[in-house]
């Protein structure tokens, strides 16, 4: 039996489930690849910058299996609390979340104000602190909850490139080049003078006659302060409250994109990356060129721009290793760039592996020696050597975190405060120097490090609980030490109360033989409800699922859950529960049943139909939609005695049920797994 604490996911969110598998096809076929990243870009006009996403305390990753974890201050699914370890982005820890992750974003300002937003094959979903990321008049309250109609008119999830996020600002960018923004300042919109909502998304137009869409764009980015584009041609545009042009001008406004000049010393350099950090009221602008140096404008009153002074730049300078020297080399750049409370700082890594740190070292946030002091370009942080091999990075508005090879866990430093660091702790410290030993476990994509990795189960585990671990690479060896069993295939079995059974996974790959271990707290068993007997037959074209519970306590409802391989589930349907108040001690027998006549209508398509769609889509999404075929496709059950349409079912497809238990305060458990019989 498991147990979670989540809120009940609506009925009707299966459709929207269902009908994402027709995405899916288009998303795997996005114009970004989450491995043309960091040390392994390969192509300059689609690079995925996003992979690691840190606000001022908070943190969201994608992982190379395609999973999402996030972590920190207000990441829990409330939007007011803290995951002080990696949560994994979906819909048992996020309720109502569909589709597939495509893109995530975010903004913060400070300490306990940050909004968090994914995009999924189903749409855009929101959670945080109001008005940190978007307005409240497009998202209001703090929970995690679809925006119904939060793209632009005629944008599909699968049409976007990029969603990029900053205080205040939300952007994106289409396959097709084009920029839209959804902000709650209107110079940042970038579509003039009537661009005065803030709940409305404006595409963005060009300062130049007619105004036109600007077009062609390959990346944007942006700070609080303004944003940038980067188009295919290799010109830079820019706007917003405060930017640069290069050309020597003074900062200015601009609500309409203009063209920047991309010269130094009087010759022109193209851009491989761009970005910017700052707050609302002042910007740094940074451009990656093709030939390995770092171009830097603007403010620079905390030493960021890294040319080794603290003067403004109106005309791009290089940032320096030394008083006449070019840092070169470089292979990625990461400003702080998500967070308006005004820590203006960088990291940047060379091709060799190599990280630089420069600007404001706030709070250790660069793992440089004063915490009060700004810092010239400065080799290697502290908790670094010469040696390591950075594979990636990612600035924070309060903390860095790196990537080294053979690590296994990811290095932090900074300003350590609820959960920040992924250790379990919500204490409040400096971390001054790099730590790798009380991190946790991760394999990012386009940055894995190349160690073995072995990820813990999520939530709390009690006795009885069975886990499909997560790890890389294949081909390895689990052992397990404390009450419970493991398979070779990392299927992982509770069987007794522990507070320190340890699961060890050892393996061959890219660093040679290496190990990655996770210690798991199993408590004892809870019962809200005491199953007996659970059925579920095939009676012509119809499904019918009987089960009886023993025992019930503040039990609110169940939910039937179907499978076709006894592994991956999604709900069918809802029985409410009959105890009083939800409590009994009494035998309590329940059934359901339901046909595909009701999921016909909704879904307007035959089932042969999905069944050929199934083909076309990846994994997940293929299981979701073989379901609907095995159903019928159908939806809706009825409760108890009520009667349905009937409708076929494939005999030779395995269907499993199993029954989710949910209380009154939003825990839940699961009946056995058992398979459907023909009958």
């Known amino acids: 039996m498991t147990r979670r604490k989540i809120t009940t996911t609506a009925l009707s969110a299966l459709l929207c489930v269902l009908l994402s598998g027709f995405y899916s096809s288009a998303a795997k076929a996005q114009c970004t690849n989450c491995g043309n990243s960091y040390l392994n870009v390969t192509d300059i006009s689609s690079i995925d910058y996003d992979n690691m996403v840190s606000l001022f305390h908070s943190t969201l990753t994608k992982q190379a299996s395609g999973k999402v974890l996030v972590w920190g201050e207000r990441t829990k699914s409330n939007g007011t609390g803290s995951n002080l370890v990696p949560a994994e982005l979906n819909n048992a820890n996020y309720s109502g979340l569909t589709g597939d992750i495509l893109k995530i974003a975010g903004g913060s300002n400070s300490q306990n104000y940050a909004q968090f937003a994914v995009l999924t094959t189903t749409g855009l979903f929101i959670w945080g602190d109001e008005g940190a990321l978007v307005s409240s008049s497009f998202k209001s309250g703090t929970s995690f909850a679809k925006v119904n109609g939060g793209l632009p008119s005629g944008v599909n999830p699968a049409d976007v490139k990029m969603l990029f996020g900053t205080y205040q600002t939300l952007a994106l960018l289409t396959c097709s080049g084009n920029v839209w923004v959804l902000s709650q300042n209107n110079d940042m919109r970038g579509a003039g003078n009537g661009a005065n909502s803030s709940s409305t998304w404006y595409q963005v137009t060009e300062s130049g006659s007619g105004n036109p869409v600007l077009s062609n764009v390959v990346a944007v980015r942006g700070a609080p302060g303004g944003l940038m584009a980067q188009k295919g041609d290799g010109t830079v545009w820019t706007w917003g409250r405060d930017v640069y042009l290069g050309n020597a001008s003074d900062v200015d406004s601009r609500n309409r994109a203009a063209k920047m000049t991309l010269t130094y010393s009087g010759n022109t350099f193209t851009p491989k990356m761009i970005g910017m ?306 409590s009994s001690n009494m035998p309590i027998s329940y059934n359901f049943n339901m046909s595909q006549s009701a999921a016909t209508g909704l879904l307007g398509m035959s089932v042969a139909v999905l069944a050929f769609a199934a083909l076309l889509v990846n994994r997940r999404n293929k299981w979701m939609l073989m379901l609907a075929v095995m159903l019928g496709t159908g939806i809706f059950g009825a409760t108890s005695c009520k009667k349905q349409e009937a409708t076929s079912i494939d005999n030779n497809t395995k269907l499993f049920i199993r029954i989710k238990q949910v209380d009154k305060d939003g825990g839940y458990s699961f009946s056995k797994v058992i398979q459907a019989v023909q009958e």
């Open 277 to 582: 950090t700052g707050t609302t009221g002042r910007s740094s602008h940074y451009i990656l060129g093709t030939d390995g140096y770092i171009y830097s404008l603007g403010d620079n009153s905390y030493r960021q721009l890294g040319d080794r002074s603290t003067s403004e730049r109106k005309s791009w300078v290089r940032v320096k290793s030394g008083s006449n020297t070019d840092l070169g080399n470089i292979a990625w750049i990461s400003p702080n760039e998500h967070d308006n409370y005004g820590v203006s700082a960088v990291n940047a890594i060379t091709n060799t592996g190599a990280v630089w740190a420069w600007g404001s070292n706030e709070r250790n946030m660069l793992g440089l020696g004063d915490a009060n002091s700004n810092y010239n370009p400065t080799t290697p942080p502290g908790g670094l050597s010469g040696s390591d091999l950075i594979v990636a990075v990612e600035t924070g508005g309060h903390t860095s975190m790196v990537v080294k090879k053979c690590s296994g866990r990811y290095g932090y430093v900074g300003h350590r405060v609820h959960g920040s660091m992924a250790d379990g702790s919500d204490a409040n410290e400096n971390e001054t120097t790099y730590n790798f030993s009380a991190t946790a476990v991760m394999d990012i994509c386009g940055a894995s490090s190349g160690a073995t990795t072995l990820f813990p189960p999520q939530g709390t585990v009690h006795i009885g609980d069975q886990f499909q671990l997560d790890y890389s690479p294949a081909g390895g060896t689990f052992t397990v030490t404390g009450p419970a069993t493991i398979t070779q295939t990392g299927l992982l079995t509770i069987t007794g109360k522990n507070a320190g059974i340890k699961v060890t996974y050892t393996a061959t790959g890219d660093c040679g033989t290496t190990s990655s271990e996770i210690t798991i707290k199993a408590e004892d068993i809870f019962l809200p409800a005491t199953f007996d007997k659970v059925s579920a037959s095939i009676q012509g074209s119809q499904l019918q699922v009987n089960f009886t519970t023993l025992t019930e306590q503040n039990n609110s409802h169940f939910e039937i859950e179907a499978s076709k391989d006894g592994k991956e589930f999604v709900k069918i349907g809802e029985v409410k529960s009959t105890a009083i108040n939800g």
